[in-house]
């Protein structure tokens, strides 16, 4: 895989990515590939929804209470009937459904700036 073009620190800067702490988890039925609906608890931000097609990797129990890191400044997007208010990050394996999260290697208060 390729190098994506380099951006500046500027462009870098522009993108806010949080700790946060998965609270509820669901199957989201509506959702074309594998899918669950999540709850993050982002502190001060607050709780935030995300679709995340994490199913492979993940049962809902190993979820509940999992910090993980995510985009909280793109827009809303609409997926079905639910709409995801921010982007949980993950690292794609060999088999594109396999997508592991990235998580902090230490407990952190929800809502802290990855920088």
Not at 8 to 17: L, V
Not at 65 to 73: R, W
Not at 89 to 115: A, F, R
Request: glycine fraction near 6%; hydrophobic fraction near 40%; proline fraction near 5%.
């Amino acid at each position: 895989m390729k190098v994506k073009p380099e951006i500046s620190w500027s462009d870098f800067e522009k993108i806010d990515i949080r700790s946060g702490t998965i609270i509820s988890v669901h199957d989201f039925e509506k959702a074309r590939k594998p899918s669950y609906q999540l709850e993050i608890d982002f502190g001060d931000l607050g709780i935030r929804k995300s679709s995340a097609q994490i199913t492979s990797l993940y049962s809902k129990e190993d979820l509940l209470g999992k910090q993980i890191l995510a985009v909280v400044n793109f827009p809303k997007k609409q997926i079905a009937n639910f709409f995801s208010e921010c982007l949980v990050l993950g690292v794609y394996g060999e088999n594109p459904t396999d997508i592991t999260l990235i998580t902090p290697s230490m407990p952190v208060k929800n809502g802290w700036v990855v920088g």
